[in-house]
């Protein structure tokens, strides 16, 4: 066995396993704060990549500029659907909220066909090319600065959740919605808030997802991977879904290697089962426990 | 600690309110009025309104008309959180807690209300300032878990506790937001006597040390009449008495709204009801 080479794949596995922990901070957010499972992650994430193409080709704006501008949109994306789609459902049956991000998934991938037409297009190209060594092991650029700039993302978002007292405030929502409104908690301002910082979040990584791979209508199946890390981590525990992102990540990258990459999701759906199996609500997930 | 009662507190004013689901009329033209420093009492039969009528008061539920005033200040449109600020604390009748977190996690929580930090100064909030505040805190959560004698348990889970500590623990969250009113739904309901007498006690010496004014709503009768000092009477949404506790006891209406007076009377006592509406 090649241990220079498995070194590098799972490398290789934690850049694009920082990828799914990121994308699934948007998951669990929206979780947390409205209860909703948002299918339309993936998607959101495709609409801010060809967001992002378009301003940096039509308007050939500079890419700093455009990743500001990408990231204030899917920003403002999050906070419309909430405002627009998911709060008008409030109190209804969880099953139809799901149903309206569904719906809101095709939505997205149609508009994007309309303006953008259905060909696969590349970002223009602004990660390093230079290639990156840890020990002997060699590390693709774009990967290792993706890793990166998750890591630093992902440690933004929990300092402020861990200091502001929003990150108070959401884990009050959280758990009762109705002591946290009686408590002088603003849950309609929780509940944007934590759309907007979702659609950020998705924001962010649709722009690395598509620099490293290429944007296509069709690129929202992402999100479907990543689903599977926030189920596996605890659809609640943004711990759980870094955990289970980076080995989500690192499953399917050797899995990819040494059995082919068309097992990559079979593996990733396999662990999913296995993984609800042995514990029902996630590794690090709320045990609801009714009490009777 | 009856700092942080007003000494010229105007109390609650409610008046007029009606509040209906679809057909339902839920609260009809309810006026009465929660005197500074006292308790009142909201009692009546299952369905009549009652937690409807709190959940109005705190902001849950809007009003279809009507007025409900706080000090003096109209307060009917306000939501929840504002209300919480101005010193507006309530319970729930299915204990509301966040599961999860600690018994001081919880009663800290009470605090939110008041607390203006944006995330900049949480970051950067250091020194005197928040030193200061860090004290006031600590006093009042102190303060808070002695005179609810709950200091032992609170580093335990409130998922952990039983049931009639958890009510305690909600009481504790709401003292700690510093009410001008407390609005109890159901305080003692599923207590055994023990905790009932506990529960009494607590209720007696935040009106009398703390100075808070009360509303509560309880089923029971017992602890309405000896703790209470005015009594409101709901039945079908309506106001149909209030007064002190020993008037209510004798009131022929309220006497057939609990007890029937044979299926006749109570029959044409809702049809007349449902006339009025």
Not at chain 2, 211 to 225: K, Q, R
Not at chain 2, 259 to 276: F, N, P, T
């Amino acid at each position: 066995m090649d241990w220079l080479f498995l070194i590098e794949v799972v490398l290789s596995g934690l850049g694009s396993g920082a990828l799914f922990a990121l994308t699934g901070i948007a998951f669990v957010l929206i979780y947390k704060a409205t209860k909703v499972i948002n299918l339309a992650v993936g998607e959101m994430l495709m609409l801010c990549a060809y967001f992002f193409f378009g301003l940096t080709t039509a308007l050939a704006l500079p890419v700093w500029l455009a990743i500001i501008l990408t990231v204030i949109g899917g920003g403002i994306l999050g906070g419309v659907v909430e405002r627009a789609l998911i709060r008008p459902m409030l109190g209804e049956s969880p099953i139809s909220v799901f149903m309206v991000t569904v719906g809101l998934s095709s939505v997205l991938i149609g508009f994007v066909e309309l303006v953008w037409g259905g060909d696969p297009r590349t970002l223009p190209n602004f990660l390093p090319t230079k290639p990156v060594f840890i020990g002997d092991a060699y590390v693709s650029p774009k990967i290792a600065v993706c890793f990166l700039v998750a890591s630093l993302l992902i440690a933004g978002f929990l300092l402020v959740f861990r200091k502001w007292r929003g990150g108070v405030a959401l884990r009050a929502t959280a758990a009762d919605q109705g002591a946290a409104f009686s408590c002088g908690i603003n849950v309609p301002a929780v509940f944007s808030i934590s759309w907007i910082v979702a659609g950020m979040a998705t924001a962010g990584s649709g722009i690395l997802i598509g620099s490293i791979g290429g944007i296509s209508p069709s690129m929202g199946v992402f999100g479907l991977t990543v689903l599977v890390a926030v189920i596996v981590g605890g659809l609640d525990s943004i711990a759980g879904v870094l955990v289970a992102g980076l080995a989500i990540g690192v499953i399917e990258a050797l899995v990819g290697t040494y059995l082919g990459g068309e097992f990559k999701l079979f593996v990733t759906f396999v662990t999913l089962i296995i993984a609800m199996m042995i514990r029902p609500y996630g590794l690090f997930g709320t045990i609801e426990i009714e009490r009777l | 600690m009856s700092d942080f009662a007003k000494p010229d507190f105007a109390g609650l004013n409610i008046s007029h309110l009606s509040l209906a689901f679809g057909g339902l009329k839920a609260l009809s033209d309810v006026t009465f009025s929660v005197a500074p420093g006292a308790i009142t009492a909201v009692i009546g039969p299952n369905g009549a309104g009652k937690t409807s009528l709190f959940n109005c008061i705190s902001g849950f539920y809007r009003p279809s008309t009507g007025k409900i005033e706080f000090d003096g200040e109209d307060i009917t449109r306000l939501h929840p959180p504002a209300r919480a600020k101005i010193g507006l604390a309530r319970t729930f009748q299915n204990i509301a807690l966040f599961r999860g977190m600690t018994v001081l996690d919880n009663i800290k929580l009470g605090r939110h209300a008041h607390m203006q930090t944006n995330v900049l100064d949480a970051l950067w909030y250091f020194g005197r300032a928040r030193r200061e505040e860090l004290e006031l805190r600590s006093e009042l959560e102190r303060r808070v878990l002695d005179f609810l004698e709950m200091e032992h348990i609170r580093d335990h889970p409130v998922a952990s506790l039983s049931y009639g500590l958890r009510k305690r623990v909600e009481l504790a969250r709401a003292l700690a937001m510093q009410p001008r009113v407390l609005m109890l739904d159901e305080p003692v309901a599923g207590m055994n006597r023990e905790e009932t007498e506990d529960m009494a006690r607590f209720i007696l010496e935040v009106k009398e040390e703390w100075g808070v004014t009360i509303l509560m709503v309880e089923h029971d009768m017992g602890l309405v009449m000896d703790i209470s000092d005015h009594v409101v009477v709901l039945n079908f949404g309506q106001v149909i008495a209030a007064g002190k506790p020993a008037e209510i006891q004798n009131n022929p209406d309220v006497i057939t709204a609990y007890l029937g007076s044979g299926d006749v009377g109570e029959l044409s006592r809702r049809i007349a009801c449902e006339k009025a509406a």
